[in-house]
């Protein structure tokens, strides 16, 4: 199953690759900050066809259509995102990526994220550990302050700035550094491959996270939402990932702020 989920992520990314005149493709959904081009509409339809003729039975959750609460029911069912970093995508910025999650009994079972503009492909199967390129890779346990901090913005949930802003400062002294690329599927994968240490973000939707979190894991990798409850796979989440020292130590630093 994992080497069929790759070559159906090379497909996508190939026509990913080939997108010509982004910009005058995109159009807002719910304002500027959140965008779609007909490309993530042809990358998904790609994917549909191609990851259902793989199993048939399966559901499909992906990013732009409608989220049946049926999906819930179903044995198997696909997590996608056509192009995860849409903005990014649209500005020439090339850290977008398709994602690509399959799901058990509510148990995410395989994760693929492909970069197509760098070939970096990550993978991963529930207890077979992750890949990048072929490659295990595993995340580097580092303390807190020696580790790269990773976050998203969210910004076009706005109520969610004040909150965003807050955990940044916060975190923002502890750790070595700090990046922000626009794509959490790759944030999650760059943890899993020791380019990072930590990453947060205060929501994200099932196939912004699904397959990046399970590759961060098998990779190592502490994964939770900001209160250190699971993420719920079928609902928006707030996300906190890392290796497990810098994790322990931000959790911490977040919990130790919300009591206050």
């Known amino acids: 199953m994992l080497q069929e989920l790759t070559q159906i992520a090379r497909e996508a990314g190939d026509l990913i690759r080939s997108a010509r005149d982004v910009q005058s493709s995109a159009a807002e959904k719910t304002g500027p900050r959140d965008l779609v081009t007909k490309y993530d509409l042809m990358v998904q339809e790609l994917l549909r066809r191609r990851l259902l003729e793989l199993l048939p039975e399966a559901g499909f959750l992906g990013e732009e259509g409608e989220h049946s609460q049926s999906l819930r029911s179903r044995e198997w069912c696909f997590i996608v995102d056509p192009i995860d970093g849409t903005t990014n995508f649209i500005q020439g910025y090339h850290n977008s990526c398709v994602s690509i999650g399959l799901a058990r009994g509510g148990r995410m079972e395989y994760g693929v994220v492909f970069n197509p503009y760098d070939r970096e492909l990550y993978a991963a199967r529930r207890g077979g550990g992750a890949s990048l390129n072929g490659s295990p890779i595993h995340c580097q346990d580092r303390a807190l302050d020696h580790s790269l901090l990773i976050f998203g913005s969210a910004l076009y949930y706005r109520e969610l700035v004040p909150q965003t802003l807050g955990l940044f400062n916060l975190a923002f ?21 020791g380019k990072a240490g930590i990453f947060f973000e205060a929501r994200l939707c099932p196939w912004d996270y699904a397959a990046g979190a399970l590759i961060a894991r098998e ?25 497990p020292r810098a994790y322990t130590a931000l959790l911490q630093q977040f919990g130790t702020a919300k009591e206050n």
């Open 173 to 193: 002294p502890l750790v070595q550094d700090v990046r922000r690329f626009g794509s959490a599927a790759l944030d999650l994968c760059y943890l899993a491959a």
């Open 219 to 243: 990779a190592g990798c502490m994964v939770s939402q900001l209160d250190g409850s699971a993420p719920a796979l079928f609902e928006k989440s707030s996300i906190l990932a890392g290796s």
